[in-house]
């Protein structure tokens, strides 16, 4: 009888898993790739914009500035919505030590079939003894009432909360850095492949004019097939900062959050702005300012209440429970077949006396991490005063720079027009001319590089003091981005947008002008 029950057990299990397996509940290897298929497929469909719009990319049209492009970034980067959500799992790390102090209930029902009911004999007659089918409820309940690690837990808690918002301060500043540089990187990007276009208007207008001197007989033969050669070299060049130009746009939509169909037209510039950084000044903003030295400080106050989480559990735990009991039969009476109810409370100590050196164990490593917590701080205040102080030397160094080229932009600028003069009343050569058109592109190329790595210098400057992070305490993304211009806490006071005089001076000779920079226009929403 027993055999054929458990043969009937066995059956009865073998039919469930492959009625589950059936309904799916275990997925093959091959419906697995099917709905990962599936998935990427509706992806596609998303970049098409083939299917709905609710979770497709935006898509940004218009004239884009600075802060347009850093507002985009803060509200659909990917980056920050991931961090976000670590904030979450810091949320629910406080509800985890709270819940230590907090009353546990559960609730268990029971239900149980006897194969034989017990009697019990007296005098030669028998009387049963409980019931066939045995029902009961009961609930439980456990409240603590001492637990040494209690505080230091919820405190720790608490700490990590502030780190966690620390960490959302600094993926934001690196967003807006990381953003900043890639819109710069486009602007610099479209200022060069504007210069291209410029030098390849040149070359083509000198092969023309070239040409009609050759049919008159002033030119050679060789001076036409040099122009040629000079046409399709720079045209080389043109294309080539064409591809770097899309690239760029690419990098930065991609950096915004945004779709990589998006129209825009980028409004800002690459203005110069001189400044004076104060080193101590700026050293003293990144301490009061770095999310990195906010983190290590909150790092180092958690793992000592961490250490002190360890060490109270030399200390005793101390309960109160109780328990409500409903059953059939009385649970007071046996023979009563009826339902019944009883409860029953206590107090419950605990106190481990001796566990194998555990909890020894666990504090020396504990204090290892203490320790190693003091030592990367410590580590990051010199890096933080290293990067502060080497932005200040690149910004140094690149404002030199844009005064350089700056003159040698003008000098070139002059050489062209007095050998365009020279040729047109046949002193100089038609390559001397080409050599100092292609002098002129180089330094306007340079000009143009020059400013971009000011700008950038500024912007490392920023982020190395911590200006571009929301203010201490401040768990939250911001809708607007810092600003990206001159730190007027310890830089020299300077107009936005100011520029050194005749920046990119027109050129004089055939094909147009080499190009001045555009005046920033504001973007509109």
């Given at each position: 009888?027993?055999a054929s029950?458990?043969r009937?057990c066995?059956?009865a299990?073998?039919a469930?898993v ?7 509940c275990?997925p ?8 990962v298929?599936?998935?990427r ?5 998303l970049?098409r914009g083939?299917a ?13 500035s600075i802060?347009?492009?850093v ?12 961090i976000?959500?670590?904030q979450?799992?810091a ?8 819940s ?12 149980t ?17 409980g019931s066939?089918?045995?029902w ?6 456990t ?5 040494g ?12 909360q502030?780190?966690?918002d ?7 500043q ?8 890639a ?10 492949y ?5 030098a390849?208007q ?19 033969p ?5 122009a040629?050669?000079e ?12 591809n ?11 950096g ?5 169909k998006?129209d ?8 110069y ?18 999310p990195?030295l906010?983190?290590g ?8 209440a ?5 060490r109270?559990k030399?200390?005793p735990?101390l309960?109160a ?6 059953a059939?039969?009385n649970p ?6 009826g ?6 409370a206590?107090l ?6 001796f ?10 490593q504990?204090?290892a991490v203490?320790r ?23 910004l140094a ?19 062209l ?8 009343e ?16 180089r330094a ?8 971009h790595?000011?700008?950038v210098?500024?912007?490392?400057l920023?982020q190395a ?13 911001p ?5 990206t211009?001159v730190?007027?806490?310890f ?15 027109t ?5 147009g ?13």
């Amino acid at each position: 009888m027993i055999a054929s029950f458990a043969r009937r057990c066995v059956l009865a299990a073998v039919a469930a898993v492959f009625a589950l397996n059936g309904a799916g509940c275990f997925p093959s290897r091959e419906s697995a790739y099917s709905d990962v298929r599936g998935s990427r497929l509706h992806s596609y469909a998303l970049w098409r914009g083939e299917a709905e719009l609710a979770n497709a990319l935006p898509r940004a049209a218009g004239n884009l500035s600075i802060e347009d492009s850093v507002r985009l970034a803060l509200a659909y980067s990917p980056t920050l919505q991931s961090i976000v959500q670590e904030q979450e799992k810091a949320r629910g790390q406080v509800w985890t030590a709270l819940s230590d102090a907090l009353p546990a209930v559960d609730f268990a029902a029971d239900y149980t079939r006897l194969d034989q009911v017990s009697t019990v004999n007296f005098g030669g007659s028998s009387v049963q003894v409980g019931s066939r089918d045995n029902w009961s409820y009961q609930v439980n309940v456990t409240q603590p009432l001492f637990r040494g690690s209690l505080s230091y837990a919820l405190t720790g808690a608490r700490l990590f909360q502030c780190l966690t918002d620390e960490k959302v301060r600094q993926a934001v500043q690196d967003v807006v850095f990381q953003v900043a540089v890639a819109y710069y990187d486009a602007v610099l990007a479209q200022h060069l492949y504007q210069v291209q276009v410029e030098a390849l208007q040149f070359a083509e207008a000198n092969l023309r004019d070239v040409s009609v001197r050759q049919e008159a007989g002033v030119a050679i033969p060789f001076d036409v097939l040099r122009a040629r050669v000079e046409v399709s070299n720079v045209q080389a060049d043109m294309i080539q900062q064409r591809n770097t130009m899309n690239r760029a746009r690419t990098a930065l939509f991609k950096g915004m959050g945004v779709s990589q169909k998006s129209d825009v037209t980028l409004t800002g510039e690459l203005a110069y702005n001189p400044t004076t950084p104060d080193l101590e000044e700026a050293v003293r903003t990144a301490y009061m300012n770095r999310p990195e030295l906010y983190q290590g400080e909150f790092d180092l106050r958690f793992q000592r209440a961490a250490l002190q989480v360890l060490r109270s559990k030399y200390l005793p735990e101390l309960e109160a429970w109780g328990t409500q009991l409903w059953a059939e039969p009385n649970p007071h009476d046996s023979s009563d077949l009826g339902w019944g109810r009883r409860w029953t409370a206590g107090l419950r100590l605990r106190w481990t006396l001796f566990d194998g050196l555990l909890r020894e164990g666990n504090i020396i490593q504990q204090k290892a991490v203490l320790r190693q917590s003091q030592i990367r701080l410590a580590d990051t205040e010199q890096a933080v005063v290293q990067q502060v102080a080497n932005a200040m030397l690149d910004l140094a160094d690149a404002d030199e720079l844009v005064r350089s080229q700056q003159l040698n932009l003008e000098r070139a600028n002059e050489a062209l027009r007095l050998v365009t003069i020279g040729a047109q009343e046949g002193v100089n050569t038609e390559l001397e001319v080409l050599d100092a058109r292609s002098a002129l592109t180089r330094a306007r190329g340079l000009y143009y590089t020059a400013l971009h790595s000011h700008v950038v210098a500024c912007l490392t400057l920023q982020q190395a003091i911590g200006m571009m992070a929301p203010p201490t305490g401040q768990g939250t993304v911001p809708k607007e981005g810092p600003r990206t211009g001159v730190i007027e806490q310890f830089l020299s006071k300077a107009v936005p947008g100011e520029a050194l005089p005749e920046q990119a001076p027109t050129q004089s000779g055939e094909g147009g002008a080499a190009g001045s920079q555009p005046r920033p226009t504001e973007a509109t929403d």
